[in-house]
């Protein structure tokens, strides 16, 4: 009797710790979906800008290639700029190169870590189905031992009470 009683208190406080865990669990899924939506739309922003920004610098790298072939635009950077305007179309260009693989780097970083992310929350969703899981065993648990607790009970009163009376005879 002691064993099952132990045992139903055991299970119910077994569910009542899960009830909890499961709820702080819910709590930090919603945090993280959350924050994982966030990151993702960050995502498809950083990804549009870094294809403006190449579509812009190859633009650019055409139109300094054109400039560069023409004579006359030559002749008239080095004889009123002393070179310098083409000199500094090639410093943009680079400075262009430099903040697009920056970006690119940048989104591979941000890839990694929406990856990351998934994981977690598919870890978490998991930890959750488990974590329920294991709250119904100790819900169904905590009913079989309590009816067992309750049927012995019964059964051990009609005993001790039939041997009181024959000890009374």
Known sequence: MLFLFLSTIASVAGYLYLENIISAGKIQMAKG???QEKGQSAMKYG???LDIGKKELSEGKEEYAQAEKNFF???VDNLFKGGKGFEEGRERIAEGNKQVAKGEREINIGDRRLD???LKLSLGREQLKLARELRLASAIGAGVFASLA???GFCWRRAL???FKR???
Do not use: P
């Open 47 to 49: 990804k549009a800008e």
């Open 161 to 163: 009470i039939s041997y």
């Open 116 to 118: 990351a992310g998934d």
């Open 167 to 169: 000890a009374d005879a």
């Open 150 to 152: 309750i049927v012995f």
């Open 33 to 35: 979906q959350a924050k």
């Open 73 to 75: 635009l030559l002749l």
